[in-house]
Structures are given as structure tokens and as C-alpha cells.
């Protein structure tokens, strides 16, 4: 089955404790983005990638690392996460920056 | 300043009924626009979408109108059903092709 698989799901934790929110594709997809979604602002995207090793800043990229060592796989890295990280996480994919596949999301909360 | 801006934060319609859902964007750069469906505890999923060379885009009972000079679109859902409870979001590719920007997204209640 094509998906796009999103772990934890669910996350609490504190100030300042790094932490890794992994995703990975199934469908051979060049390009993977992460983005946020809060409460009256919508998805805002936060880094995307557009092939291996090739990564580039969204909107709102303060406080976040991603890497793309494969092509399946692209982690979103928060080295010091703060409470205005506590937000639904989604990592997405597709062929190219169009049609994006969504992966089931991350609620995240930082204490 | 966003881009891509959807006002109405909600719309409650009858099932059976038409739901009409808009969008506006500034950006006339934009080259091709989606519309995603969210459901709670799921990630969006791909609905319909259009190029800026149409105008119109149909799929079934859901219908995307583009309005270049107006720098607006819409989804029609119709006839409305309940399981299209769910909040829409319109989104814009931009000129450069490298991402999708989103709008604030829409929650659709269909009443039964």
C-alpha cells in the first residue's frame, strides 16, 4: 500500500529535550516536505527537500532540522523544542511539488 | 501576509444541498491549485484540483471554478453528504514550483 508513515504519533515532552519525528514514503517520491498546522493559520510549511541531499527552508524553519540521507526517509530534527513548537506535525510527499501524499500526522506538545 | 486566504473559518449546510467553499489568493504567479480534505486524527487527502489555464474542473460532486482576473476559486459539493463533514483546505503552487502554500482551511458541517 503507498503511504507515507509518520512516528511518534503522539509526543510530549519538555523544554529543551531534542527530539526526531520521523517519516518515511513508499512511493519513490522525489520530493517530501514537512509542514504545521495550527488553529487559524493552516499548514505552514517548514522545510522541504527535492531530491537526496538537497534541502531548503519553508516559511518557518526557526528551531528545526531536517536531513535527507535517502530517498524514503526524511526526519524533522528539533534540537531545543520550546512551547511554540507544541503544534500537529504533517511530513508529506509526491512526484513533484504538486498532488502531495500527507502522512497521518504528529501531535506534538512541549512542556 | 498569506498568500492564499479561505474566510470563512466554517460553513453548515443541509445534506442534499450545495456546499460552495471559496478561496482567495494575492500571488498571480500561481500556476495550479488543490483543494485537500482533512478529517480529525488524518492527514490531508487530495481532492481535486485545476490548472491556471481552466477555468472550471470537475470530478463527481465536486466541481473546482477558477477566476483568474478575480484571483479566486471555489469547490462545489453537490448534492452535499454527511460524510463530507471535514475541513477544506485550498492550497496554491507557487511560481517557482517548489512547495504548496496553504490556506487557513474551512470546516464543513453537513447536517443530516
Known amino acids: 500500500e503507498a503511504q507515507v508513515t509518520q512516528n511518534p504519533r503522539y509526543l510530549i515532552t519538555v523544554t529543551g529535550k531534542k527530539l526526531t519525528v520521523t517519516c518515511s514514503q513508499n512511493m519513490n517520491h522525489e520530493y517530501m516536505s514537512w509542514y504545521r498546522q495550527d488553529p487559524g493559520l493552516g499548514l505552514r510549511q517548514i522545510y522541504y527537500s527535492m531530491n537526496v541531499e538537497v534541502t531548503d527552508k519553508g516559511d518557518v524553519p526557526e528551531g528545526y532540522k531536517v536531513s535527507r540521507k535517502e530517498k524514503r526517509n526524511f526526519p524533522l530534527i528539533l534540537e531545543s523544542p520550546s512551547p511554540n513548537q507544541t503544534s500537529l506535525y504533517f511530513c508529506a510527499s509526491s512526484p513533484l511539488a504538486d498532488t502531495q501524499y500527507f502522512g497521518p500526522g504528529t501531535r506534538l506538545t512541549v512542556l | 501576509d498569506q498568500q492564499v486566504k479561505q474566510n470563512s473559518p466554517s460553513l453548515s449546510v443541509q445534506e442534499g444541498r450545495i456546499s460552495i467553499l471559496n478561496c482567495d489568493y494575492t500571488n498571480s504567479m500561481f500556476d495550479y491549485f488543490l ?70 482551511g474551512t470546516i464543513l458541517r453537513v447536517k443530516s
Open chain 2, 35 to 104: 483543494w485537500y480534505k482533512k478529517y480529525p486524527a488524518e492527514g490531508p487527502t487530495f481532492l481535486i484540483s485545476i490548472s491556471s489555464i481552466k477555468d472550471k474542473n470537475e470530478d463527481g460532486r465536486f466541481t473546482v471554478f477558477l477566476n483568474k482576473s478575480a484571483k479566486h476559486l471555489s469547490l462545489h459539493i453537490v448534492p452535499s453528504q454527511p460524510g463530507d463533514s471535514a475541513v477544506y483546505f485550498c492550497a496554491a503552487r507557487s511560481e517557482y514550483g517548489n512547495k504548496l502554500v496553504f490556506g487557513a
